[in-house]
């Protein structure tokens, strides 16, 4: 678990996130991977078994982490650079395992457009990326999911969704299936703004009311992410669970070192089996 601070050096925002991953109560280790890293928010779900899903979200958080720029000013990254970087881990993956592990991966990068910071949005799998802004809380990403194309077709309602025996089997993944193809979405940086990316050992345990009452009524994303991972746990914790909580606040551009002393530095997690950060 980590609070940190990262800024936007040129403008009056900057981005303040925490992070928290639990194993669960059911599982042997935890195969979720993160990165928060400036300008990198993500999370990626291991999949494949014994093992393999970690390597496949390990492998992919590394390579989104060597793209993280140090430096006085946000990255000119465009969703075709990031979607060459996806290719990158999809390759990566498949040498490792041979096409039989996989990882899910959504998540948010720090861009310019047009001389405007944004957040570009990107999602492969059924993890998840939210935003709350100015009270109103949505789900931004779409998953890549047989319940989620059942309910675009009106075959299943989303109650009916959190349930289905097929809820868990994605459509795309990086490393495996022949669909690897991410979505992206462009959003202005606001202040206030809170953005939540998280594995759907979240999602599949707690509903969207009940996050979106947490990240509502706590005000530090440190807190708020073990807030989410205690209340998956609370409710079954069935699954690996990630949380990635980041808040876009106005004011003078200040870092904090808390972590590791250097400003910019990538922070890439692995956990144990217990869910603690693993030696290096």
């Known amino acids: 678990m980590n609070s940190d601070e990262t800024t936007s050096p040129d403008t009056d925002l900057h981005a303040v996130y925490g992070y928290a991953s639990d194993r669960g109560l059911r599982r042997e280790l935890n195969e979720d991977s993160l ?11 291991g ?43 999809d390759r990566r ?28 949005v990107f999602n492969v799998g059924d993890s998840r990326t939210y935003r709350l802004s100015r009270g109103v809380f949505e789900q931004i990403t779409v998953d890549h999911s047989e319940v989620q194309e059942l309910v675009a077709m009106g075959q ?26 991410a979505d992206f979405w462009l959003i202005p940086l606001e202040p206030g703004d809170r953005l939540m990316v998280c594995s759907d050992g979240l999602t599949g345990e707690v509903s969207d009311s009940q996050i979106a009452q947490i990240l509502t009524s ?23 669970v990630t949380v990635l909580v980041i808040d876009v606040e106005g004011g003078p551009a200040a870092r904090s070192d808390e972590a590791d002393g250097s400003p910019g530095t990538a922070h890439r997690e692995q956990f144990d089996g217990a869910g603690r950060p693993a030696a290096e």
């Open 93 to 120: 993956i498949r040498a490792a395992s041979g096409g039989r592990a996989g990882t899910t991966l959504t998540g948010a990068v720090m861009v310019r457009e047009a001389g405007v910071p944004h957040w570009l």
């Open 47 to 89: 999949m494949g078994g014994h093992e393999a899903g970690e390597v496949a979200s390990s492998l992919c958080v590394q390579t989104l982490a060597e793209s993280a720029i140090v430096g006085e000013h946000l990255p000119e990254l465009s969703a075709a650079e990031l979607e060459a970087l996806l290719a990158e881990a």
């Open 35 to 45: 990165i928060a890293a400036d300008p990198i928010f993500a999370v990626a779900d």
């Open 156 to 181: 299943i309602t989303p109650e009916e969704a959190l349930v289905h025996p097929r809820r868990h089997v994605v459509t795309r993944a990086l490393g495996t299936g022949s669909d690897t193809e």
């Open 218 to 240: 706590v005000g530090e994303p440190q807190e708020a992410c073990a807030d989410l991972v205690q209340a998956a746990l609370r409710s079954g914790g069935r699954d690996n």
